[in-house]
């Protein structure tokens, strides 16, 4: 029995049926949507191609082939693999816990497996670890195949060292000293000698917001009601091991309460 692989040369045929190879859990029901052929109806390469694409897009398969035998035409799938487990190698201050809320179950066992999924998780998993304070974790996924068409994943990190924050830098502050605004912040200068609050020493994103809002509370306080800080940020230092914090502002005028009056409209008072 031969059997032909569809190819670029083939531009119109016919087939008395379509037999499906390699459905195990997809049921054909599920899939045949997707085929742009149909049994005595004329086909053409555009017809296979856009099956192809649908086929995958439905992302339960890792491989499609069409392949012609006689005037019966065979699609032939490769099903993805189920995941078997979800484990972390080499982690300790994302304890796996807290590393498994982040993959929130979109890799639980008993998933399909699918390398989309393992990208957006990866990227998840490495924005929760600068949310940490570890900006330059390293993290790998390793894929161990089981019998039954099921996958372990297990995920590869290296934490490295958490980022401190090395220096503090206001721009355009007049009325207020840097000292003054600094401990209004929750961030902290890394100091040798700053024993407590290890944590408000370590560079975090969501920090920034915090302290931005911070100094603009206090500024409006103290009479400043246009205030406002027109930029911040941050930057590595060159041996990635801190980060430099810049606040640019601009104070405005400030305003005193020269008179207070009332006015009634009730007699006597």
Known sequence: MSSLIVSATVFADVVEEIEYEGLNRVEEAAISDAVAIRPNKNYGKEDIDRSIKNLYAKDFFSDVEFFKQGKKLIIKLKEKPIVDRVAFE????????????????????????????????????QLAYKAWGFYFAEINPKYIERAGNKIDIVFEIKEGSKTKIEKIVFV?????????????????????????????????????????????????????????????????????????????????????IRNISLVSEVPDI
């Open 90 to 125: 080499g982690n300790d201050a994302g304890t796996d816990e807290m590393l498994k809320s982040v993959v929130n179950g979109r890799l639980g066992e008993g998933r399909l497996f699918s390398s989309h999924i393992v990208k957006d998780v990866l990227s998840d998993l």
């Open 172 to 256: 355009g502050n007049k009325t207020f000293s840097d000292d003054q605004l600094k401990d209004i912040m929750s961030m902290k200068e890394a100091r040798i000698w700053r024993f407590w609050g290890y944590d408000s020493q370590i560079y975090r994103e969501d920090r920034v917001e915090v302290d931005v809002d911070a100094i603009t509370k206090f500024y409006k306080s103290k009479g400043f009601p246009f205030f406002v800080v027109t930029s911040s940020h941050a930057e590595m230092s060159k041996d990635k091991r801190s980060h430099f914090c810049t606040f640019i502002m601009e104070e405005g005028d400030r305003y005193n």
